[in-house]
Nanobody, 130 residues
């Protein structure tokens, strides 16, 4: 069973930076898992931000491409480096993980896995002021 704990959120001004972390536990080593970041604004659907596959390949939503960088260590931590933050980036950020499968590491796959196994964390809040 995957357990995740997100941290690193906070309040910054537009143009600032934050680095989010997601620590996994259970029988999870980040090097073996498809992992990703999502965010949610109250009253809106959760949206995908970035994914990273077991081979290190990454995908980003258009809204964060060029500003955010997803990475992971070989053990149990996933990161999201967020630069040039904008007020529209304000949200609660969540991470998700899925066991190795013979399919691409996509937002849909991660969201299904997290929903099916109820493995969403509590998230970490990011507030960007203008």
């Amino acid at each position: 069973q995957v357990h995740v704990v997100e941290s690193g959120g906070g309040s910054v001004q537009a143009g600032g930076t934050l680095r989010l972390s997601c620590t996994t536990s259970g029988v999870v080593y980040t090097r073996d898992y498809c992992m990703g970041w999502f965010r949610q604004v109250p009253g809106k659907d959760r949206e995908g931000v970035a994914t990273i596959d077991t081979d290190g390949s990454t995908r980003y939503s258009d809204s964060v491409k060029g500003r955010f960088t997803i990475s992971k260590d070989a053990e149990q931590t996933l990161y999201l480096q967020m630069n040039s933050l904008e007020p529209e980036d304000s949200a609660i950020y969540y991470c998700a993980a899925d066991a190795p499968r013979d399919s691409p590491c996509t937002f849909f796959r991660l969201a299904v896995a997290a929903g099916l196994h109820n493995t969403w964390g509590r998230g970490t809040q990011v507030i960007v002021s203008s």
